[in-house]
Antibody, heavy 116, light 114 residues
């Protein structure tokens, strides 16, 4: 069955970096794109980034453009989110989700806290 | 960018009552790109409705979606205790022509027990 498992979250100081991982199983990331979506405490859902199934296209929210980079390792069926120059407002639960005609499958999320 | 505005922000109802949640788009969108999710506290979002009106696998038939153009609605016909949660609508524009950004969410409607 389809499963996505995020990891790599933690507490980090403003300006530092963190890399999140999303390990997919039950489907191939060479066939489906993957999104990153975040949710600040008590807030709504905010789309962050997407990588196409073939890696040919990557999309970013304006709020993270130039600071975050999405990439993937097909051999590990894993998608990454490299987060640089982190800000307090990046504090959130970060989810990865499989792209189809909706986001039917989500991971359980990994918490990122940016605090001095 | 397609902006989705959900109303009301909070809806207080009793079990057994009917809930009507609205999602209004800043411009006309294709029905097949409108999606609804449910999120319970401490859980990941759960897909409810895609293509504006198609229930996802395992979603009870008391949930229904409708609408077109800029106005979409999620109806829960008879509220069960487990339905009290937050509901998000989403524009899913990842198929060509890809929108920028490819995905946007409404701000959510919280459904509370009265």
């Amino acid at each position: 069955q389809v499963q996505l498992v995020e990891s790599g979250g933690g507490v980090v100081q403003p300006g530092r970096s963190l890399r999140l991982s999303c390990v997919a199983s039950g489907f191939s990331i060479t066939t489906y794109g993957v999104h990153w979506v975040r949710q600040a405490p008590g807030k709504g859902l905010e789309w962050v980034a997407m990588i196409y199934f073939d890696g040919s296209s990557k999309f970013y929210a304006d709020s993270v453009k130039g600071r975050f980079t999405v990439s993937k390792d097909d051999s590990k069926n894993t998608v990454y989110l490299q987060m640089n120059s982190l800000r307090v407002e990046d504090t959130a639960m970060y989810y990865c989700a499989k792209d189809e005609d909706s986001l039917e499958y989500w991971g359980q999320g990994t918490q990122v806290t940016v605090s001095s | 960018e397609i902006v989705l505005t959900q109303s009301p922000g909070t809806l207080s109802l009793s079990p057994g009552e009917r809930a009507s949640l609205s999602c209004r788009a800043s411009q006309s969108i294709a029905r097949h790109n409108l999606v609804w999710y449910q999120q319970r506290p401490g859980q990941s979002p759960r897909l409810l409705i895609y293509g504006a009106s198609t229930r996802a696998t395992g979603v009870p038939d008391r949930f229904s979606g409708s609408g077109s153009g800029t106005d979409f609605t999620l109806i829960i016909s008879r509220l069960e205790p487990e339905d009290f949660a937050v509901y998000f609508c989403q524009h899913h524009g990842t198929s060509p022509p890809i929108t920028s950004p490819p995905i946007t969410f409404g701000q959510g409607t919280r459904l509370d027990i009265k």
